[in-house]
């Protein structure tokens, strides 16, 4: 093992061992409070600022919110250790053992020359372990997690269907397809209509954000994120005029959304 290598194991294994001091007896209150179900909505958080980071372009940043992002996965091994079900070392040697067995291409005698090779033979990969963990015949191929947003969970079941050919040919499949579900909601009378066709619409424009080849959830999040700089924008305007919420006029409220567009807002 060269110098550089053992100074990087020094470093993780001091990582483990400050969560497993906070964890400990006469460690910090509040880390020992915790569980898994606890730490949820923290991993949750973290993931979100991660890409918070990414979209800001600031290393600084990211770095800071990767090393956040990797201790909640030490900490629940640290959880999972004190009840002796798995330890850091076992997360380690799983996700190392994945990634030979996953990559047959680079790992074996596998072949795949494009990425949308890796990601079919990934997905039948994956199918296939699931049927040997399970001890099943046969393992669903659309099985995804509830726990996703729903246009990224739209976008992958999408994924999984077109990666085994159930896909349009080409993206005036998917744009008629959103041109009928648009007319089929326009139609729509009642509330139970009108929800089931409207989940529809939506489903169609991830299909159409696939074929552009446009993160569908990255999309509406970076169009909420400019609708609250340029709303922002008008509230800005309204004060240094004078202006207040209730005195004001749509079409003045158009003519400042207007401004702040030209402003590249």
């Known amino acids: 093992m060269s110098e550089q290598q053992l100074c990087d194991a020094a470093k ?4 483990v061992e400050i969560m497993e001091r906070l964890r400990a007896p006469g460690g910090c209150p509040w880390d020992r409070a915790q569980d898994h179900q606890s730490l949820k909505r923290y991993f ?3 993931t979100y600022e991660v890409l918070d980071a990414i979209d800001s372009g600031d290393d600084r940043a990211l770095c800071d919110e990767l090393g956040d992002a990797l201790l909640q996965v030490v900490f629940h091994a640290q959880i999972a250790r004190e009840e002796e079900r798995f330890t850091i070392d076992d997360v380690l040697d799983n996700i190392n053992a994945k990634l030979v067995r996953r990559h047959p291409h680079i790992f074996g005698e596998g072949h795949a020359e494009t ?10 990969i994956k199918v296939k372990e699931r049927e040997q963990a399970s001890g099943s015949a046969r393992e669903r191929l ?3 997690n509830d726990n996703l947003p729903a246009l990224l969970m739209a976008q992958k079941v999408q994924d999984k269907a077109a990666r085994v050919g159930f896909d349009w040919p080409d993206i005036s499949g998917p744009e008629a397809k959103l041109a009928e579900e648009i007319a089929e909601l326009r139609a729509a009378r009642t509330a139970e209509e009108k929800l089931d066709e409207l989940g529809d619409v ?10 552009q080849q446009v ?5 509406l999040r970076h169009t909420v994120k ?3 700089a340029r709303f922002n924008d008008i509230e800005k305007q309204m004060e240094e005029s004078g202006q207040q919420w209730g005195e004001i006029s749509l079409e003045e409220m158009d003519h400042y959304w207007d401004l702040a567009k030209a402003r590249g807002l």
């Open 12 to 15: 993780w294994q001091r990582l």
């Open 44 to 46: 949750l958080e973290e």
């Open 142 to 144: 659309m099985k995804v």
């Open 202 to 211: 939506l489903f169609a424009v991830v299909n159409v954000a696939r074929f």
């Open 215 to 219: 993160d569908a959830e990255g999309a």
């Open 115 to 124: 990425p949308e090779a890796v990601l079919s033979m990934w997905e039948r």
């Open 226 to 228: 400019k609708f609250i």
